[in-house]
């Protein structure tokens, strides 16, 4: 039987496992196509660091764009375990078919299941509701992961279902890094809603 190691050292393993950018990045420019439910808008961005700037799309196309890109970045800045959750109290608390379930004492009374060294689901709860990632497949890069499909699941306070995302995130290898090249994001709501972002031409700023 193997012993499964305490909240804190499996939950830093799986965090580690996970790709991202050295913190002087220094950032890339490329083309930029994003369609919104049919319609394409073509621009550019330009990303200074984990910043990024869409040029040639206004209003809401170019917000849009701007938000995913931002996500797509941020979650790729390093950042020590030890100073994010990792500075907070953890138990385990279950065990079962999603991996080991973790318990987090911090401000958002989050739980993170573990599966075969990799996160299967995120829980995190805010005043205006709830939501759930359920981290379904990852790209393996070298020995790291970048996430590939998941799926996002938004609750109002009382619990009730709101909408659900589905995420694929596709990446390329562009000089020393592992860089995002296109994301599609389906909603499902009050309609259906997709979005597709592609960058093209990708090149590391010098």
Do not use: N
């Amino acid at each position: 039987m193997v012993e499964t190691p305490p909240a804190w050292v499996l939950l830093k393993r799986a965090r580690e496992r996970i790709y991202t950018l050295p913190p002087d990045f220094p950032g890339f420019r490329a083309r930029l196509g994003l369609c919104l439910d049919g319609v394409w808008y073509v621009g550019a961005v330009e990303a200074e660091g984990f910043a990024p700037k869409t040029l040639g799309l206004f209003g809401e196309a170019g917000a849009i764009a701007e938000k995913e890109l931002g996500s797509l970045l941020g979650h790729r800045r390093p950042a020590p375990f030890e100073e994010g959750e990792g500075r907070y109290p953890m138990r385990l608390f279950a065990e079962g078919p999603l991996g080991t379930g973790i318990a987090l004492e911090d401000p958002f009374r989050s739980r993170i299941w573990v599966k075969e060294g990799r996160l299967a689901l995120i829980e995190r709860h805010l005043p205006e509701g709830s939501f759930r990632i359920h981290l379904e497949t990852w790209r393996e890069v070298g020995e790291r992961l970048l996430p590939h499909r998941f799926l996002l699941v938004h609750r109002d306070p009382r619990g009730h279902l709101l909408k659900v995302e589905r995420f694929r995130d596709e990446y390329a290898q562009v000089g020393p890094y592992w860089l995002p090249v296109e994301r599609e994001v389906v909603v499902e709501g009050e309609g259906l809603g997709v979005l597709v972002l592609r960058l093209e031409e990708v090149e590391v700023k010098g």
